[in-house]
């Protein structure tokens, strides 16, 4: 993992709910009282992390396919998948290096709205693993997390295309748990019955990852 930061920087005062517009989705984690999970600090930037750089995506030809325990297997182009109906949420965000950038609005669409479209999960289906394009990376997680109300699949942040730097054109975006189960570069998402560890999990870090219970490693 290596890391750098862009211009991109917050102003000093934390992002608020109650300042947002009608229609954005708050993240249940935003309304905490102290919204910085312990052993975290809060940055202003906007980091750049990942495995091993990012990859080269062509929209021409990227794809996102939705498979494993589902109703009926779907996949997208660019074209069809911005198509989509779309949703706001606004989320903290916290990796598990010991950052939390806090008050970020993302646009995308809804895990939900994904999963309606391959006409549901079956039912012994508990658990998702995220696929990405770098290099066949992959992040797994409960499909509870997968399918709250705060998570989505974005195509932008803060009103701006996400960057190939920070997971554009599309990442998976999961607020209640640590930025690496928010997978960059997204290409697949496989509905499974049983869990099964992804490229960090299979490193050490924790097959959960939740920040407010410092999941950061071990089983």
Same mark, same amino acid.
């Given at each position: 993992?290596?890391?750098?930061?862009?211009?991109?920087?917050? !102003?000093?005062?934390?992002?608020?709910?109650?300042?947002?517009?009608? +229609?954005?989705?708050?993240?249940?984690?935003?309304?905490?009282?102290?919204?910085? *999970? *312990?052993?975290?600090?809060?940055?202003?930037?906007?980091?750049?992390?990942? !495995? @091993? =750089? *990012?990859?080269?995506?062509?929209?021409?030809?990227?794809?996102?396919?939705?498979? +494993?325990?589902?109703?009926?297997?779907?996949?997208?182009?660019?074209?069809?998948?911005?198509?989509?109906?779309?949703? $706001?949420?606004?989320?903290?965000?916290?990796?598990?290096?010991?950052?939390? $950038?806090?008050?970020?609005?993302?646009?995308?669409?809804?895990? $939900?709205?994904?999963?309606?479209? !391959?006409? =549901?999960?079956?039912?012994?289906?508990?658990?998702?693993?995220?696929?990405?394009?770098?290099?066949?990376?992959?992040?797994?997680? %409960?499909?509870?997390?997968?399918? !709250?109300?705060?998570?989505?699949?974005?195509? @932008?942040? /803060?009103?701006?295309?996400?960057?190939?730097?920070?997971?554009?054109?599309?990442?998976?975006?999961?607020?209640?748990?640590?930025?690496?189960?928010?997978?960059?570069?997204?290409?697949?998402?496989?509905?499974?019955?049983?869990?099964? %560890? /992804?490229?960090?999990?299979?490193?050490?870090?924790?097959?959960?990852?939740? %920040?407010?219970?410092?999941?950061?490693?071990?089983?």
């Amino acid at each position: 993992m290596f890391g750098k930061s862009d211009t991109k920087e917050q !102003a000093l005062e934390i992002p608020r709910p109650e300042d947002l517009p009608a +229609g954005v989705i708050v993240s249940p984690d935003t309304l905490r009282q102290d919204r910085v *999970p *312990p052993g975290q600090t809060r940055t202003r930037k906007w980091p750049v992390l990942d !495995a @091993s =750089g *990012p990859p080269r995506i062509d929209l021409g030809s990227w794809r996102l396919r939705v498979s +494993g325990l589902v109703c009926k297997e779907v996949e997208w182009t660019w074209k069809d998948f911005t198509a989509l109906p779309r949703v $706001r949420v606004f989320s903290d965000f916290h990796c598990v290096t010991r950052w939390s $950038r806090l008050g970020n609005i993302w646009e995308g669409v809804s895990t $939900r709205e994904v999963l309606n479209r !391959a006409g =549901g999960a079956r039912p012994e289906a508990r658990f998702v693993m995220a696929h990405a394009y770098d290099r066949g990376w992959s992040t797994n997680l %409960p499909i509870a997390d997968f399918l !709250a109300e705060d998570a989505l699949i974005a195509i @932008s942040h /803060g009103g701006e295309p996400i960057t190939l730097e920070h997971g554009g054109p599309a990442r998976l975006i999961v607020p209640r748990l640590y930025a690496r189960k928010s997978a960059k570069w997204l290409t697949g998402i496989e509905m499974m019955e049983r869990d099964r %560890p /992804g490229f960090w999990e299979a490193n050490g870090y924790h097959m959960h990852g939740d %920040p407010w219970a410092q999941e950061r490693f071990g089983w």
